[in-house]
């Protein structure tokens, strides 16, 4: 990654340092069950892309109990359409464990974002709710973006949970698809965008997911544009990104400031104490 020119701060956040606001962004994360999320969706007031989401944020998900395998190896189907099912909570189980005259045993609860990557490549069908009047499915071609949103939903969840904060360190540094946004400078090169906050400080967006980056993307192209600038997108791996972070002259970084992620600020110490894990 080129170096860019910044201009450093007499201000010196906390390393943790909190939220960080100053862009008018829908990121109150809610709390709503897959079922909602899907008539939301179904109603065209949500995107795919939002329903994914909360599919992969959900918390309290069911896993049916078969006695022959392991909590998270419970397929069912042919080999050819092999599937896997969630349930939001008992009575959705219940629905599909009476109709399929299967053994009412399950587990869990678990959360979604620790279920989905231990998924196997060959998933044909993974069932939200099967057999009741909210069923929902996605298909194996779906997969792949599931698991990467769910990697960053694991991340984002340990960056608000203080009893993570012995894993978080070592998550972020691993995580491999870190996304920030660059415009050409007026020497030639390429300058970060910076995040706007409501206290002055100048913090370097950071952003987890597809689906943030992209509201930032659309925020900030227009700005960029009027500054007669071109815009890029680099995707970092933080096994270097953060090294090369903590050389740079600003006050901190800030998770995903927009988007539908809760943001997190950090001084520019934070980096470092990352990139040395």
């Known amino acids: 990654m080129n170096r860019f020119p910044m201009k450093s701060t007499d201000t010196n956040p906390e390393i943790f340092g909190g939220e960080c606001r100053g862009i008018d962004r829908p990121n109150k994360v809610s709390k709503m069950k897959p079922s909602e999320a899907y008539r939301k969706f179904n109603n065209k007031e949500i995107t795919g892309t939002q329903l994914m989401r909360y599919v992969v944020e959900y918390d309290d998900f069911l896993i049916p109990g078969r006695l022959d395998h392991a909590p998270l190896d419970a397929y069912f189907g042919t080999p050819e359409e092999k599937s896997f099912h969630l349930f939001e909570d008992g009575e959705h189980f219940e629905i599909w464990q009476k109709k399929m005259k299967q053994d009412p045993l399950f587990v869990g609860p678990f959360p979604a974002c620790e279920v989905v990557p231990q998924l196997t490549d060959d998933l044909g069908f993974l069932n939200i709710n099967p057999d009741s009047d909210d069923v929902f499915h996605y298909r194996n ?16 969840k340990a960056l608000h949970d203080s009893a993570q904060a012995n894993e978080l360190f070592g998550m972020l540094k691993n995580y491999e698809q870190y996304q920030m946004l660059f415009r050409s400078g007026d020497d030639g090169g390429m300058q970060l965008v910076l995040a706007p906050d409501n206290q002055g400080r100048k913090l370097i967006p950071i952003f987890t997911a597809d689906d943030c980056f992209k509201v930032w993307l659309d925020q900030m192209l227009p700005v960029i544009q009027k500054k ?35 943001p997190r600020a950090f001084a520019m110490q934070f980096c470092s104490i990352v990139a040395n894990q």
């Open 141 to 156: 071609h779906q997969l792949a973006e599931m698991k990467n949103l769910a990697a960053s939903v694991a991340i984002e």
């Open 228 to 262: 007669i600038c071109n815009p890029y997108v680099v995707t970092r791996k933080g096994s270097d990104l953060f090294a090369e972070l903590a050389k740079y002259p600003t006050d901190g970084i800030v998770f995903n400031p927009v988007g539908n992620s809760r």
